[in-house]
């Protein structure tokens, strides 16, 4: 009996939960980073680029562009999510709050507030390198 031919066809429905884990670990990371050193360590933008670029190829998401889209913008997402889990925590431990309570609670004026306080130009320059970063390694 003759061996049946394997499919060349890849996998399509991965990439998708590889960018979910990707997006939600790198967001959980910045997040225990910045609080553990006490900064906002905007250089953690450039390992969440690189997070989110690998875990897409390694999804296999063939298409060049849609993967360097969804780096673009996942990296953008979740430098604003860690950034509004970093304040919130901040004004929820003040508050007596855990993180989540205080996150659902700040609102997005404050939460843009305290991150224009927060950052300075140093985060911005990181956020700038991170995606030209996620840009070159999704192509």
């Given at each position: 009996?003759?061996p049946?031919?394997?499919s060349a ?85 003040s ?9 659902l ?35």
């Amino acid at each position: 009996m003759p061996p049946t031919p394997v499919s060349a066809r890849s996998v399509n429905w991965l990439w998708p939960l590889m960018l979910l884990i990707a997006l939600v670990a790198a967001v959980l990371l910045w997040w225990f980073v910045a609080l553990a050193s006490g900064r906002q360590a905007g250089w953690m933008a450039i390992f969440a680029a690189l997070e989110l670029a690998f875990m897409l190829r390694l999804g296999a998401l063939r298409t060049p562009w849609l993967r360097i889209g969804l780096t673009v913008l996942g990296t953008l997402l979740v430098a604003v999510v860690a950034n509004w889990a970093i304040a919130a925590s901040y004004v929820g431990g003040s508050l007596g709050l855990v993180p989540w309570e205080s996150a659902l609670r700040m609102g997005p004026h404050l939460a843009w507030t305290l991150m224009q306080l927060a950052n300075g130009a140093a985060e911005v320059i990181w956020l700038g390198v991170a995606l030209v970063v996620g840009w070159f390694v999704a192509r």
